[in-house]
Each structure stands twice: as structure tokens, then as C-alpha cells.
């Protein structure tokens, strides 16, 4: 049978959730075609860290590398989908069950993928990455993480620390993806984000298959 690769991105739409306090995401047909335009055209205003997208190490190290300096091996090849039944946080303990390997590309499925998703307003309770799982990730040298919502830190709890953890040691992050039509287990990824010259993070579409 065909395998089929299934698209874990999260549409990008006007007004929609982001996280509170940066810029909203608006998205405004500026020509259009049956107002007598030659074209329609579209204005996108927005954070880089909208929707689906990609942290860089610059986001939370001041002399990290910038999004365009990103290797294609870290989002483009074998992954491993784990579906984790936590309540809040992700800790180190949750992590020790799973076979993690150096070099390997992990992405979290959590409630997150049915719940935080489910609405437009930002879910302050979604579950993230504690430190301690931050510490441990690198520790077993895994090269790509990703989450089912919009950050691997929670909202007032770790959220920079685990930022600086995984970021400083050279980890790629995936930031909200949608994996409710996933299943435990491994795949093949592409995940290609914009090619933002020195940015700290960029949107991006993400497929499994």
C-alpha cells in the first residue's frame, strides 16, 4: 500500500492564537482580482514564532546561529513520533521509559494535539518540557526535538530555562505541530522552514509519512 505523507502544520490564519504578548498574525488581501486588480496579493504580518515554526539557537542565546545556518540534516530524514500521557509537564522520569538514541529526531505527541489546539484562545495549561527532561534531552544527544504546541517551555514555568538548555546545546526545535492523526512510532520528516537571514526562528510546513 502507498504511504501517504500526512501534513502535521498548522494552518495560518488572520487573527489566529499566538503567544501572549508577541505580534499578532494578520493576514490581508490587499488587490484583489474581482475588485478590477490585475492579481490578488497578500500582506502577512507576524511573528516568526507563529503557528508551526522553528526555534533557532539565537532565540534564547545571544551568539547562537541564526535560522538560515540551520543543517538539512536536522529536519529532513528518520524521526520517532512518542505519544506521552502527561498531565502537565514532561519530565526526565517520562523520558528514561523511552528509547532515545544520539543523533535521533523526537517529535511529542501530548493532549495538546486535541486540546490547546481545539481553541482560539492560548492555552495557558499545555503540557511542555521540564527542565529536567530539557537536561536529560541533551544529555542523550538527540539532535531534533519537537512539541504539539507553541513552545518546548511552559507558560510561566521553565519556559526560558528550557529554551536555554536545549538551544544552548545545539538541539533543533520544532514548535507547534498538530499530531492528533499520529500515531506512535517512526517516520520520515521534512520540515522546511523560511529562510530567514539571521532570524532566531522562522514558520515552516512539517509532513510525515
Given at each position: 500500500m502507498k504511504r501517504t505523507w500526512k501534513d502535521v502544520s498548522v494552518p495560518l490564519r488572520d487573527g489566529m492564537v499566538h503567544w501572549p504578548g508577541d505580534p499578532e498574525c494578520h493576514i490581508k488581501r490587499v488587490s484583489r482580482m474581482e475588485d478590477g486588480a490585475v492579481c490578488n496579493l497578500t500582506h502577512i504580518s507576524m511573528s516568526a514564532h507563529t503557528g508551526t515554526h522553528m526555534d533557532a539557537p539565537r532565540h534564547f542565546i545571544a551568539d547562537g546561529i541564526t535560522m538560515e545556518q540551520m543543517p538539512f540534516e536536522a529536519v529532513i530524514g528518520r524521526c520517532r513520533v512518542f505519544e506521552l500521557d502527561c498531565e502537565d509537564q514532561i519530565t526526565a522520569d517520562d523520558l528514561k521509559k523511552l528509547r532515545l538514541a544520539p543523533r535521533q529526531r523526537v517529535l511529542f505527541k501530548t493532549r495538546n494535539s486535541t486540546r490547546s489546539w481545539a481553541t482560539n484562545e492560548f492555552d495557558k495549561d499545555f503540557?511542555?518540557?521540564r527542565q529536567d527532561a530539557?537536561?536529560?534531552l541533551v544529555e542523550q544527544e538527540v539532535m531534533?526535538?519537537?512539541v504539539d504546541y507553541l513552545s518546548?517551555?511552559?507558560f510561566n514555568k521553565d519556559g526560558v530555562e528550557t529554551h536555554q538548555i536545549m538551544l544552548g546545546a545545539g538541539i533543533w526545535v520544532i514548535?507547534?505541530?498538530?499530531?492528533?492523526?499520529?500515531?506512535?512510532g517512526y517516520y520520515e520528516l521534512i520540515c522546511l522552514p523560511i529562510k530567514l537571514e539571521g532570524a532566531d526562528g522562522a514558520p515552516c510546513r512539517?509532513?510525515?509519512r
Open positions: 503540557v511542555s518540557i530539557a537536561q536529560y531534533t526535538v519537537g518546548i517551555g511552559g514548535e507547534g505541530l498538530n499530531l492528533a492523526e499520529i500515531s506512535d512539517v509532513v510525515l
